[in-house]
Structure formats: C-alpha cells, structure tokens
Nanobody, 117 residues
C-alpha cells in the first residue's frame, strides 16, 4: 500500500537550516507530482511546495519563496525540502502528500519543525 514517511524535522534557531525527507513506497514514485504541506497550531494546513514527477518544475508558497527548495531523487523514491533562513513562523508539522488522478490523496504522518522566537 502507499506509504509516505517524513523525517528530518527538529528544533532549529532562527536563521538556521533543516532538510526534510519523504520516503515513498507502494506506488510508482517517478510518475507523480509530490507536495509538501505544513500545519501550524491553530491554523489550516498550508501548501508549501509542489514538484513535478521529473523534478523539472516546482512551485512555492509566497511565504517560503527564496528560502525553501523542493527536490526529488526518483532512484531513491524520496522527496526533499531544503529549508534555509528559517523563521519562527515556519514552526509547523510538515507533511508530504501525493495526489492520485483517481482522486485519492495520501499523506505521511508528519515531522515537527520548531523555530523558537
């Protein structure tokens, strides 16, 4: 079955960096767009970044443009989110997501990123 497992979260000071990973299994990873979302306490889940199936194109939320970079390694069935210049407002649980054309949506369990103010 489809599985998405995030890792790499943690506590980092403002201005620091983290790299999140999302290991995928149970589907043909290289055929699908992938997405990173985040959800801060008391807020709705927010789309952070999207990457095409080849990795050739990507899009970002305005709030992270120029600071975050999404990438993927289709040979390793893994997507990444490099987060630089982190701010307290980046504190959230980060989730990877794969939308299927059938309308099904799969999510990982999330990884916590905390940037103290």
């Amino acid at each position: 079955q489809v599985q998405l497992v995030e890792s790499g979260g943690g506590l980092v000071q403002a201005g620091g960096s983290l790299r999140l990973s999302c290991a995928a299994s149970g589907f043909t990873f290289s055929h699908y767009f992938m997405r990173w979302y985040r959800q801060a306490p008391g807020k709705e889940r927010e789309l952070v970044a999207i990457i095409s199936h080849t990795g050739g194109s990507s899009n970002y939320a305005d709030s992270v443009k120029g600071r975050f970079t999404v990438s993927r390694d289709n040979a390793k069935n893994t997507m990444y989110l490099q987060m630089n210049s982190l701010k307290p407002e980046d504190t959230a649980v980060y989730y990877c997501n794969v939308p299927f054309l059938t309308g099904e949506d799969y999510w990982g369990q999330g990884t916590q990123v905390t940037v103290p103010s």
